[in-house]
């Protein structure tokens, strides 16, 4: 693995269904997030983790939950899906750079009928 | 609030030269990030400017002006590999940043 990966690429979903997009990183970054990105609106934060074991709410949280039990994997889960989750989700993380830049993985396209 | 605006949309011709504004109010300033998104990918990172002043790298550079709450990106050279939305986001605090919807640059040959 050579830094961040996100699973699935994409999916059809439907309302109602549960659902976990996985995230991966290998560079040991301690914060991590979910964002949503819809178009016209820009990246949005979901939830994010400054350090394993500990999570946040960011801007959208409604309907959605994280975990963060190791520093590498950051879960995002969909308890029951809505149609107005459908978007496109990019999982980031920032190490102990002076600007704490954010890396992104490759995204997945989730799209709930 | 916070808040940051940029131009939904911009056209530049190959070879030219195009400057992509943003203008943010956010509760505090850590730092401003560009980011370049090709369409259907991932934002990669392209500058940081915590200072004010002009930060040039290569063909790309990008300044600040922390009183006037404003920045630019400055593309030189147009490639056609250039079209792509460019992301401005403030970090007003230790790890989050504040997103702008994005800047749609289209390249004409």
């Known amino acids: 693995i050579a830094g961040i990966t996100q699973a699935p690429t994409s999916q059809i979903l439907a309302a109602g269904r549960r659902m976990t997009l996985r995230c991966t990183q290998d560079m040991r970054h301690n914060a991590m997030y979910w964002y949503r990105q819809d178009l016209g609106l820009g990246l949005r934060l979901i939830h994010y983790?400054?350090?394993?074991?500990?999570?946040g709410k960011g801007e959208v949280p409604d309907g959605y939950s994280v975990s963060r039990a190791n520093t590498d994997d950051f879960p995002l889960t969909l308890a029951s899906a809505v149609p107005s989750q459908t978007s496109v989700y990019f999982c980031a993380s920032s190490g102990e750079s002076s600007y704490n830049e954010q890396f992104f993985g490759p995204g997945t396209r989730l799209t709930v009928l | 609030g916070q808040n940051i605006d940029q131009p939904t949309e911009m056209t530049a011709t190959e070879g030219a030269i195009v400057q992509i504004n943003c203008t943010y109010q956010t509760s505090g300033f850590n730092g401003l990030f560009w980011y370049q998104q090709h369409a259907g990918e991932a934002p990669t990172f392209l500058s940081y400017n915590v200072l004010d002043g002009l930060e040039e790298k290569g063909r790309f550079s990008s300044f600040l002006s922390r009183s006037k709450g404003y920045s630019y990106l400055l593309l030189k050279e147009l490639q056609m590999k250039d079209s792509a939305s460019y992301l401005c986001?403030?970090?007003?605090?230790?790890?989050?940043?504040?997103w702008g919807a994005g800047t749609k640059l289209i390249i004409k040959p």
């Open positions: 986001a403030v970090i007003p605090g230790d790890y989050q940043l504040i």
């Open positions: 983790s400054n350090t394993a074991g500990t999570t």
